[in-house]
């Protein structure tokens, strides 16, 4: 993944987007900050907000969006239903973490479409060359340009 919590090691993050440790469905992330041995040795778990959410399909490392020092990760939850049915909502956390709650996110970019499912995909990366990380997120069910078709957002650094 990269160094979340700034120890100088590697850091790994597992998701299961049908886990039902806290909603049904809701899925789950584990951050682990050494090697992992098993879920419940994680050093961090990543909890949804809702159920249904499938939070952990995609996880991504971000790089230092907020060049703060320590690298920040993406978790989407494309079945997330805070812009409209499954909209799909993509998380974006700045390490190191204090908490594993979606809620607490430090930003969040959201579908504004029923089924979009944004945050199926994304990533943390210079797209404009200023040397500034910038943020893509897919929305796999966008229909903006045709029926199903897809879409990707960019936000630029400056944005975020």
């Keep these: 993944m990269g160094d979340i919590n700034g120890d100088g090691g590697l850091d790994t993050l597992i998701g299961s987007r049908d886990t039902d440790i806290i909603e049904l469905n809701g899925g789950a992330g584990w951050l682990f900050y050494s090697t992992p041995t098993s879920i419940a040795a994680a050093d961090l778990t990543l909890t949804p907000d809702g159920a249904?959410?499938?939070l952990g399909e995609e996880l991504s490392y971000a790089g230092d969006i907020n060049d703060d020092g320590f690298d920040d990760l993406l978790i989407g939850a494309r079945f997330d239903d805070a812009g409209s049915t499954d909209a799909g909502t993509?998380?974006?956390l700045y390490g190191p973490l204090g908490s594993g709650s979606m809620v607490g996110a430090d930003a969040t970019f959201t579908g504004d479409s029923s089924s979009d499912n944004g945050g199926c995909s994304a990533g943390g990366v210079d797209v404009?060359?200023?040397?500034?990380?910038?943020?893509v997120m897919g929305l796999r069910g966008n229909d903006d340009a045709a029926s199903g078709a897809g879409a990707v957002l960019l936000f630029l650094g400056g944005s975020i």
């Excluded at 404009?128 to 943020?135: A, F, I, K, N």
């Design 52 to 54: 249904n959410d499938r």
């Design 90 to 92: 993509l998380y974006l």
């Design 128 to 135: 404009d060359g200023d040397g500034g990380l910038d943020l």
